[in-house]
């Protein structure tokens, strides 16, 4: 009987590899140029866009928890991955899909991200979500 063997990696980790190119500093449009239809499948998510925020850091930093409640609730908000419609048979319908789904979790994160105080999220709510 086979016992079940796992492989590790082993030597120095050089980098390079397509996950690496985005795994810090999040998803955009343009890395899924890189990416077959496979890839971006896999890896178009939300977590992937937009990492998720450390909330009790800020919660340290004096943001006030109302305002943190408003940060997680906006992201939460989104699907975790893009909502595809019955007519999008198309690797390239799929993709134009994927496109707009990290272009809206861009937008959205630029408008939460700086939001610390209460009349920093009813702005953020007034140009984004109103």
Known sequence: ??????????????GGAKKDLWKDRGLYVDDLGA????EAEKFVKKDNVWKKPDYQAMLDDGVPLGVVYFIKKARDSL???????????????RRARQEEYIETVR????????????????????????
């Open 79 to 93: 699907g975790a991955s893009p909502q595809y419609r019955y007519s999008d048979k198309t690797p390239e319908l």
């Open 35 to 38: 990416m077959n239809e496979r």
């Open 1 to 14: 009987m086979a016992e079940n063997l796992q492989h590790e990696d082993f030597g120095e980790k050089i």
């Open 107 to 130: 937008q959205l994160q630029a408008v939460i991200e700086d939001v610390r105080t209460l009349d920093d999220a009813m702005q953020a709510y007034d140009r984004f979500l109103i």
